[in-house]
């Protein structure tokens, strides 16, 4: 069977150098996850921040991973093993996790509510579809060119998220 040259392209765009550098974060990720599992999610979660220049390689790292992790659809259920986001440039809190709702697949799109309430209905989905590990792409737009208040709200947030999923049990 010959391939086309679309065939040959669509293989060229896909294909994934793993560095030295870029295989130590998907092995630093592994590890996390394998000891958050092992403390059955009740330690504080490892929080990875994978900074670099334009172009070296960190959305493609995420896609990579994003592809790897796929959401997985059973008949009576969703389970979303590993939730990837993208923020866009956002003004508060509220929005940050509305788009949070909307990447989870929030059947209101985190339209409906206050941030408090959006922030409980992010919580109670996370459990629902088994969460084990959040990925936030351009996560610099949540708090580049913000007041310190914007900046603070959302570390509060995320703060708080992580407190509700350590100290509380699945609903």
Same mark, same amino acid.
């Given at each position: 069977m010959q391939c086309t040259r679309v065939d040959r392209i669509n293989v060229v765009q896909n294909i994934f150098i793993t560095t030295p550098n870029l295989?130590?974060?998907?092995?630093?990720?592994?590890? *996390?996850? @394998? &000891?958050?599992?092992? $403390? $059955?999610?009740? =330690? @504080?979660?490892?929080?990875?921040?994978?900074?670099? @220049? *334009?172009?070296?390689?960190k959305s493609s790292l995420i896609e990579k991973y994003k592809n790897d992790h796929p959401r997985i659809e059973l008949e009576?259920?969703?389970?979303?093993?590993?939730? &990837?986001? *993208?923020?866009?440039? =956002?003004?508060?809190?509220?929005a940050v996790i509305a788009h949070l709702l909307c990447a989870l697949g929030d059947p *209101?799109?985190?339209?409906?509510? =206050?941030?408090?309430?959006?922030?409980r209905? &992010?919580?109670?989905l996370l459990r629902k579809v088994d969460v084990e590990l959040i990925i936030i792409d351009e996560f610099h737009h949540a708090i580049e060119s913000q007041s310190e208040t914007v900046i603070y709200k959302v570390a509060d947030l995320l703060k708080y998220i992580i407190s509700c999923?350590?100290?509380t049990s699945p609903s």
């Open positions: 295989q130590g974060i998907i092995d630093d990720i592994k590890v *996390s996850r @394998e &000891f958050a599992r092992i $403390n $059955n999610y009740k =330690t @504080e979660p490892d929080c990875i921040l994978v900074t670099g @220049e *334009s172009g070296v390689g009576y259920k969703t389970q979303v093993p590993v939730l &990837f986001t *993208s923020l866009p440039v =956002t003004k508060s809190d509220k *209101s799109e985190g339209k409906v509510g =206050t941030a408090p309430d959006l922030t209905r &992010f919580i109670k999923l350590l100290y």
